[in-house]
């Protein structure tokens, strides 16, 4: 591996995490949309409030760390997918605002109406924002967004099939994973009924996840064909491994080993992750720009993975406490 | 034109209104985001050390805003890292290795931060009270943090170092760390992280200037008052002998910018400074002229040649009238609340207690919002003062906006969104403010905290 490759994977572990811990807050986002009324849906929002609060600042940062290693170690990558694809980026970036600031005002907001209009609002950005990112990757994996003077179709970049279907894969994804780490908190905070409406719901939405997983080989071999061999050489053990992954999390769900099945889960969409990771492999733009080629200067490249080793001394103790202390259930205080 | 052609954006205006906006919204929440998590973990410090109930309730309502204000600061945020790609993708991708570094390490504190105050604002009465107490500590210093890199990458669009062209306008031997030190950056730096205390301090203080208004002069309010503006109190003689810095940097490496902000044409030895007035026709008409005073701020010699605008040429020249004013209503601002810590300090030694005038309370509560116009004004000395570089001398704004089309829709997208947001957190801080006291302290309907 040079060096641009292990920046890259540095950046796509920052993508999987995200993946694995905003995703599933933005999942947690769904589930509140569709918990149904104010009086039936109480003891679900009420989880999903718990559930995330305390972290899903911390979660939303993943992001951040992948822009800016994005901007600062493949500058020649960012700027045309930021170009061409302005219009789903701008629409996620709103629905990231609405959903963070509406979530916050809810937990405040005493009054029956505005803790409504609050909770629809987070609900329906938790379902947009994940869904404009699956689309810009789609964007990005079906060779649509083009290096050099000219700036790709700001419309067809994201509106066509591969996309729709990184989208609607995105969202049923953060269902997934959602549902199938509240089954487990439900679990540890004895809510029994609470564990059984979500593994019906994570079970659900693995075979969901399954069909739009087989409705997405047709819609690539036609519109994205260099993914779809890349999918189907290089990356097929890891699609095997992301459908045996997933299976195995319905198994467990069903044998009540709820903890695990958050593991197998997990693994399930780190797999997808990885088959469109070296599916594209050694392209960072489908098509268009190897990963060798959007890098930049070698100085940046080693100073960005020194900054990396250095705040990881910070961080991961500090994560690690923030897990351990949600995972004990502490941080259910209040100022 | 250096290796790159401006391209014909015809919303290139709406652009520079999208991206002057959000950072004017986002540097508001950020300077709370940085100063509050102090004064909260100070209240909580004197409340457990001294078991006073005002200290301990103070706290709690303080650190509840904070929660509420922290999260529409870090998406806020996070709209700016979208759109620097969005609306400059020509600036990013051509210097994104160069200036990048700063953003990275940002990247790290801004984990610190949103760990920490999870942990803080969920973990109060279930980590023991010393734990969780310092877990309060690594907030504030990694707000701090993020404002002295980001400040470094802004500093850099100032005095871009670290990299040097080739004949043919290429980037070549890039140096990340020159560029994260630029010169500018201490200066700069220092005068944001005053100017965060002070406009904290001032926010916090102004909802019980205004229960002073309304005849409530508990115990509570007084404290409420005076521990967070005694803070901003504190900053502001700093802030000024900072800003002094700023200036002399700005005449040095800047010096375009530097004759905006005072509006002088010619190049002058001894240029004078007007108080007020406007610039028309190469110059100041309507101020009052303190001669000389120019070449003390910027090279504190009296006789000092100091630069003009008519030493580039006429495209080179930033907007001089709303760089002047943006100036001159900051610097009367930071003189002002130097007056008022004096004044603030007078009383306190003669009686120990704050000035009993009917007069202190309005100040206090013009002081909140005057702190944020200064804030705002000093931001647009540094940006519209750069114009019309996006990065000092090296790369136009014309260069650097992307060619997509229509993004002025973008534009009005976020206006009602931010339209949204601005409405409801009034609302929930409003609801914050009114929740009822503990009945020790003067039971319900005391306010709390406001901003
Ligand atoms: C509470 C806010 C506040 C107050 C009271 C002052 N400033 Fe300020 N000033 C800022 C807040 C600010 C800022 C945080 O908005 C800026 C924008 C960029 C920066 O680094 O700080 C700034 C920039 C800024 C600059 C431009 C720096 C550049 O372009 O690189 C100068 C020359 C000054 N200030 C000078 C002063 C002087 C002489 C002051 C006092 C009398 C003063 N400021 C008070
Ligand atoms: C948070 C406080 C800040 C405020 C209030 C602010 C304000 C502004 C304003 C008013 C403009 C428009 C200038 C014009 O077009 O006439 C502008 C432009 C810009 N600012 Fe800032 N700025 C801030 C901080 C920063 C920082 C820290 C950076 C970078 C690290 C930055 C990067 C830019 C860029 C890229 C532009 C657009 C290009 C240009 O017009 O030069 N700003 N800002
Ligand atoms: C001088 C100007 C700036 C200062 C002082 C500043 C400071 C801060 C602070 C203290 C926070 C913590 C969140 C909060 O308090 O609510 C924050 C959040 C954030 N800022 Fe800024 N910022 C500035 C400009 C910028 C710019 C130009 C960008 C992007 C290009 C940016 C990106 C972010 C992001 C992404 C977050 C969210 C972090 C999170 O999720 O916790 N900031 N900023």
Redesign the interface.
């Known amino acids: 591996m040079n060096l641009p490759d292990v920046c890259a994977a540095v950046m796509f572990v920052g993508i999987i995490l995200y993946a694995l811990l905003a995703g599933a807050d933005f999942g947690a986002g769904f589930w509140d949309l569709v918990a149904g009324s104010d009086e039936h849906g109480e003891p679900t929002r009420a989880l999903i409030q718990e559930s995330i609060a305390p972290v899903w600042e911390a979660n939303h940062v993943w992001l951040i760390f992948v822009l800016v290693t994005l901007w600062t170690a493949f500058p020649t990558a960012f700027a045309p997918i930021m170009s061409t694809l302005y219009v789903p980026l701008t629409l996620a970036a709103v629905g990231i605002i609405l959903r963070g600031a509406a979530f916050a005002f809810r937990k405040e907001a005493v009054t029956h109406p505005l803790r409504r209009l609050f909770g629809v609002t987070f609900a329906s950005s938790s379902v947009l924002t994940p869904f404009m990112l699956g689309a810009v990757v789609g964007g990005i994996a079906s060779g649509r967004v083009p290096v050099g003077e000219q700036t790709g179709d700001a419309l067809r970049s994201w509106l066509n099939p591969t996309s729709m279907l990184g989208g609607v894969m995105a969202v049923v994804v953060c269902a997934f994973l959602a549902a199938v780490y509240l089954t487990a908190d439900a679990d540890r905070r004895g809510r029994q009924q609470l564990v059984l409406a979500f593994r019906r719901r994570a079970i659900g939405s693995a075979v969901v996840a399954g069909v739009v997983a087989l409705v997405g080989v047709f819609v690539l071999k036609h519109d994205a064909p260099d993914l779809f061999h890349g999918l189907t050489h290089r990356g097929a053990p890891l699609i095997v491994f992301s459908a045996g992954a997933g299976t195995a999390t319905l198994v467990l769900l069903a044998r009540a080993k709820y903890a695990w099945a958050r593991i197998s889960a997990a693994l399930a969409v780190v797999a997808v992750l990885g088959g469109w990771a070296t599916g594209q492999y050694p392209y960072m733009l489908e098509r268009s720009l190897r990963i060798s080629d959007a890098a930049g200067a070698h100085a940046t490249l080693v100073a960005i993975l020194v900054v990396l080793g250095v705040g990881s001394a910070f961080l991961v103790p500090a994560l690690v406490w923030l897990f351990v202390l949600m995972q004990r259930g502490v941080l259910a205080g209040e100022p | 034109m250096h290796g790159v052609l401006a391209v014909d954006q015809p919303d290139l205006f709406y652009a520079r209104q999208q991206m002057a906006f959000s950072l004017g919204a986002h540097i508001v929440l950020a300077c709370i985001g940085m100063s509050v998590p102090f004064l909260v973990v100070l209240a909580e410090w004197k409340g457990q050390r001294t078991g006073d109930l005002v200290y301990a309730t103070l706290?709690?309502?303080w650190?509840?805003v904070m929660?509420?204000l922290?999260?529409?600061g870090?998406?806020?945020?996070?709209?700016l890292?979208?759109e620097?790609?969005?609306l400059w993708?020509?600036w990013?991708?051509?210097?994104?290795?160069?200036m990048?570094?700063p953003?990275?390490?940002?990247?790290?504190a801004?984990?610190?931060e949103?760990?920490?105050?999870?942990?803080y604002?969920?973990?109060?009465?279930?980590?023991p009270p010393r734990v969780h107490l310092w877990a309060g500590v690594?907030i504030g210093i990694a707000g701090v943090a993020s404002a002295f890199f980001v400040v470094a990458a802004n500093g850099w669009m100032n005095d871009p170092t670290g990299f040097t062209l080739d004949a043919s306008g290429n980037?070549t031997h890039?140096?990340?760390?020159s560029a994260l030190f630029n010169s500018a950056l201490w200066p700069e730096a220092i005068h944001m992280i005053l100017a965060a205390f002070i406009v904290g301090g001032c926010l916090v203080a102004m909802p019980y200037g205004w229960a002073m208004l309304r005849g409530r002069r508990t115990r509570y309010v007084r404290v409420g008052l005076l521990l967070p503006l005694t803070v901003a109190m504190l900053a502001a003689p700093l802030q000024v002998v900072a800003g002094d810095w700023a200036a002399r940097h700005v005449a040095q490496h800047q010096p375009t910018k530097l004759a905006a902000m005072e509006g002088l044409y010619e190049t002058t030895k001894g240029a004078p400074y007007h108080l007020g007035g406007v610039y028309v026709d190469n110059k100041v008409k309507g101020g009052i002229p303190v001669p000389d005073l120019l070449s003390i701020l910027a090279f504190h010699d009296p006789n000092a040649v100091v630069t003009g605008l008519a030493a580039v040429p006429s495209a080179d020249r930033p907007p001089v009238n709303v760089v002047r004013t943006a100036f001159q209503l900051m610097v009367a601002i930071g003189t002002a609340m130097l007056g008022l810590g004096l004044w603030m300090l007078v009383a306190w030694r003669r009686r120990r207690s704050i000035p009993r005038s009917r007069w202190f309370p309005r100040v206090v509560v013009l002081a909140g919002p005057a702190s944020v116009v200064a804030l705002e004004c000093g931001w647009v000395t540094t940006e519209v003062g750069r114009q019309p570089w996006i990065v000092w001398q090296v790369m136009r704004v014309r260069d650097a906006v992307?060619?997509?089309?229509?993004?002025r829709f973008?534009y009005y997208?976020?206006l009602v969104?931010y339209a949204?947001?601005a409405v409801?957190?009034v609302?929930?801080l409003r609801?914050?403010v009114r929740a009822p006291l503990p009945a020790e302290l003067g039971g319900p309907g005391e306010p709390g905290e406001e901003t």
Do not use: C, H, Q
């Open positions: 706290a709690r309502r650190a509840k929660g509420v922290f999260a529409v870090a998406v806020s945020g996070t709209i890292s979208f620097f790609g969005i993708p020509r990013m991708g051509r210097f994104g290795d160069v990048g570094l953003f990275a390490i940002e990247g790290f801004f984990f610190l949103a760990i920490f105050i999870g942990i604002l969920y973990g109060w009465d279930r980590l690594p980037v890039v140096n990340p760390w992307t060619d997509a089309p229509n993004i973008g997208l976020l969104v949204f947001m409801f957190t609302v929930v609801r914050l």
